[in-house]
C-alpha cells in the first residue's frame, strides 16, 4: 500500500508547474500555402529597436545565459541599412575582463544573420 506522506508530495510538486505556452507535437509541416504569400508590412518585421532588442535578449539568453546577458545590460541597438546590430554593452568595472555578445538581426523578416561573443 503506498503511503499519503509518498502521494502528498507528488501532488504538491505536480500543482507547482505552470502550464505551457506551447506544444511541440514532434512533426514535421510544410507551410501552407496563405503563408507563402503573406502580408509583409512596410518597414519589416522588425521596424523598432525595442522588437530588436527583445529578439536579441531571447538569443541572447538561450545561448549565453540570463546572467551573462543581464550583466551586458543596457544593449545597445543600432541600424545598418536593414540589419539592426544588437551589441551588449560592458559595466563600469575595470577589473572585468572579456566581450559583449552581438547579433544582426534582419529587418525585413527577423531572420538571425550571425551571432557572436567576444572573448
Request: include cysteine; hydrophobic fraction near 35%.
Amino acid at each position: 500500500m503506498v503511503s499519503i506522506r509518498c502521494i502528498i508530495p507528488l501532488v504538491i510538486l505536480s500543482s507547482c508547474q505552470a502550464p505551457a505556452d506551447y506544444r511541440y507535437d514532434g512533426a514535421e509541416s510544410e507551410p501552407s500555402k496563405e503563408m507563402v504569400e503573406t502580408y509583409k508590412p512596410a518597414g519589416g518585421y522588425v521596424r523598432t529597436p525595442e522588437m530588436a532588442a527583445k529578439i536579441a535578449g531571447i538569443y541572447g539568453v538561450e545561448y549565453y545565459g540570463q546572467q551573462t546577458i543581464d550583466e551586458q545590460k543596457p544593449l545597445l541597438v543600432s541600424k545598418a541599412g536593414t540589419i539592426w546590430i544588437v551589441k551588449g554593452s560592458f559595466p563600469d568595472d575595470p577589473n572585468l575582463k572579456g566581450g559583449v555578445f552581438e547579433i544582426r538581426i534582419s529587418a525585413a523578416n527577423g531572420e538571425v544573420l550571425g551571432m557572436i561573443h567576444g572573448r
